[in-house]
């Protein structure tokens, strides 16, 4: 199980990344397990020396009662202080922002890669849909010349 979010790769500059954990509530862990989340949209914050992610969608699980969570509420993420402070330092800098790349399972426990990430332009966004669209290219003259 494995939620990426492609769209950040497509719309920032990742220039650093780190692994953290995230603190979840009730059928929350459960719904992940089925796939029923969508960080898309969410977004990394720093308040108080503590890192929240916000924003990020994790669907009521189907089979819960009435300790079922919230579907869009602030979520605590667990790093080292000393990872914050780092995160931080790179934030404050113009035109940086933190956001969630990827949320995986790793030895039973959630696990979400958080990217130090800078916008890009819509020209570097031509540039990038260029080389993909070279790539493709490459690889399909490669599997006629191969066969």
Same mark, same amino acid.
């Given at each position: 199980?494995?939620?990426?979010?492609?769209?950040?790769?497509?719309?920032?500059?990742?220039?650093?990344?780190?692994?953290?954990?995230?603190?979840?509530?009730?059928?929350?862990?459960?719904?992940?397990?089925?796939?029923?989340?969508?960080? $898309?949209?969410?977004?990394?914050?720093?308040?108080?020396?503590?890192?929240?992610?916000?924003?990020?969608?994790?669907?009521?699980?189907?089979?819960?009662?009435?300790?079922?969570?919230?579907?869009?509420?602030?979520?605590?993420?667990?790093?080292?202080?000393?990872?914050?402070?780092?995160?931080? $330092?790179?934030?404050?800098?113009?035109?940086?922002?933190?956001?969630?790349?990827?949320?995986?399972?790793?030895?039973?426990?959630?696990?979400?890669?958080?990217?130090?990430?800078?916008?890009?332009?819509?020209?570097?966004?031509?540039?990038?849909?260029?080389?993909?669209?070279?790539?493709?290219?490459?690889?399909?003259?490669?599997?006629?010349?191969?066969?």
């Amino acid at each position: 199980m494995e939620i990426m979010n492609r769209k950040a790769r497509f719309d920032y500059f990742i220039e650093d990344e780190v692994e953290a954990g995230i603190e979840l509530a009730g059928t929350e862990i459960k719904s992940i397990r089925f796939g029923k989340c969508n960080i $898309q949209d969410g977004y990394i914050i720093i308040r108080n020396q503590e890192a929240f992610l916000l924003n990020a969608s994790i669907a009521p699980y189907k089979e819960g009662n009435i300790f079922n969570h919230q579907e869009r509420r602030t979520r605590k993420l667990l790093l080292h202080k000393h990872e914050i402070n780092k995160l931080n $330092q790179k934030v404050q800098m113009k035109g940086y922002t933190l956001i969630p790349l990827k949320m995986y399972l790793k030895k039973n426990k959630v696990k979400v890669l958080v990217g130090v990430c800078r916008g890009k332009h819509d020209y570097d966004k031509r540039e990038s849909i260029k080389e993909k669209d070279l790539m493709r290219e490459q690889r399909k003259s490669l599997k006629y010349r191969n066969n």
